[in-house]
């Protein structure tokens, strides 16, 4: 919070967003601050189609499996990822929506998916369990400088950026893209991002707009 502080940036604490309008938010507060574009990272919400497929959810609409990442009450049919809902034995709540455990869940549904293909039964005590200690959480805040906590110690600054940079490059699938995105991380070492690479929305022109366009009608 202080180093984004320190680059400009406004943190509100204690406070909720109740509504958005296209240039202005309303805070909890009663505050309302206009804008011209909003940018919304308050989380995921899984698809409608996962929310209404008719099996049990939890509060916030994904889907509860047991240990064995089988959908409660369906034999056989697995769930992973951002649309599971998982419980922690240690903790007692839902395992979290984030990679590092969608890739081990991936690993265990496809250990019991192969049992089920070879013939084994439900009650097959061979079945891989999902049993998985957070490793913990990282975010980078702006060039070269990240925050996290690994195995129960904080970590900032360059050392955090470095660590979670190694991490992501290390998990990705094949070498080339390993090195695709390697050599562009080191020249963003050296040059600042290029605009032009940005990609760009293009509108579509209005009925009304096209019509003008073909009477000769200049903007």
């Not at 940079?165 to 050296?190: C, H, M, Q």
Request: a positive charge.
């Amino acid at each position: 919070m202080q180093k984004l502080r320190k680059d400009g940036v406004e943190v509100i604490l204690n406070t909720r967003l109740v509504g958005a309008e296209r240039d202005k938010v309303s805070l909890s507060d009663g505050v309302t601050i206009p804008c011209n574009t909003l940018v919304w990272t308050g989380g995921i919400s899984p698809n409608t189609i996962i929310k209404n497929l008719a099996c049990s959810h939890d509060k916030s609409g994904r889907i509860m499996a047991n240990n064995h990442l089988e959908i409660l009450d369906f034999e056989d049919a697995y769930v992973i990822g951002d649309c599971a809902s998982i419980v922690d034995p240690r903790a007692g709540t839902p395992y979290p929506p984030t990679a590092q455990h969608a890739l081990r869940q991936a690993r265990v549904a496809a250990k019991n998916l192969i049992s089920v293909i070879n013939g084994r039964s439900a009650a097959d005590t061979k079945k891989v369990i999902f049993d998985y200690k957070t490793k913990g959480m990282m975010a980078l805040i702006g060039q070269r400088n990240g925050v996290g906590i690994l195995f129960g110690h904080r970590v900032h600054g360059f050392i955090a950026w470095w660590l979670w940079r190694s991490y992501y490059l290390g998990n990705l699938p094949t070498l080339e893209k390993k090195l695709r995105v390697a050599v562009d991380w080191f020249i963003d070492l050296f040059f600042k991002r290029d605009v032009t690479r940005l990609k760009t929305l293009t509108v579509e022109r209005s009925i009304e707009d096209r019509a003008k366009q073909k009477e000769g009608i200049r903007y």
